[in-house]
């Protein structure tokens, strides 16, 4: 069995994104491989290079060094690095970061969700229900979080992002997301054209 690794920025989906992958894995019929249960946190100013000026940055070399210096040593197959993109660039740093990733593990990927993880739950649940508590365009908002107690009161990373997770239509939230969709495609190349990702998992 092959065994993905994944890299996150985030405290909450450390639980939910293995989950997802599964999700993700069942979608596309993939076999052969399982997720690591334990995602590798790095915080986000160690995956994104906030030392130079926005929106357009790279990469942080340290950061996903020392990530994939950790997936390598747990004897990962492939590497999926996972990271809002709040006010950067998803077409610049998922090109930069993979490159990064791959001097270490040439079989990775790196996504960026557009504005936030919380910006999938929302899309998730469809626009009839978020346009009735009066959320709309959902990946404009800039706090996906505040939107997400509207529909779960109390809402928290860590308590609620996995059940939320969980109830996540793969084939549906496609429909609705361009980069839940990069995020499918970045897995199914992953994972099913092994050891032939060839930079076409680029594109944003």
């Known amino acids: 069995m092959n065994r993905l690794v994944c890299i996150v920025e985030g405290h909450g989906e450390v639980e939910a994104i293995p ?18 249960k334990e995602p590798i946190r790095q915080p986000r100013s160690a ?7 926005g929106p357009k940055r790279p990469g942080r070399d340290d950061g996903i060094f020392r990530a994939m210096k950790l997936a390598r ?23 930069d970061a993979t490159e990064r990733m791959r001097k270490l593990l040439p079989n990775s990927l ?31 908002i800039r706090d996906a979080k505040k939107a997400m107690r509207l529909l ?3 809402y928290l990373p860590t308590t ?7 109830g ?16 499918v495609r ?7 054209t092994t050891g032939s990702v060839d930079g076409q998992g680029d594109t944003p």
């Open 19 to 36: 989950s997802l992958c599964h999700l993700v894995m069942s979608h596309l019929g993939v076999t052969g491989w399982f997720v690591d």
């Open 152 to 154: 779960v009161p109390g």
């Open 47 to 53: 995956l994104v290079d906030g030392r130079l000026p």
């Open 110 to 140: 790196a996504v960026m969700v557009v504005r936030e993880y919380e910006t999938w739950l929302l899309l998730a649940r469809g626009m009839i229900a978020l346009g009735s508590l009066g959320i709309y365009k959902p990946e404009k």
């Open 186 to 192: 970045s897995i199914e190349m992953l994972c099913v």
């Open 73 to 95: 040593s747990r004897g990962a197959r492939a590497a999926l690095l996972l990271c809002d993109e709040d006010d950067d660039c998803a077409a610049v740093w998922g090109p």
């Open 160 to 166: 609620h992002q996995l059940s939320e997770t969980r």
């Open 168 to 183: 996540i239509d793969v084939a549906f939230l496609r429909s609705q997301s361009r980069s839940f969709d990069k995020f």
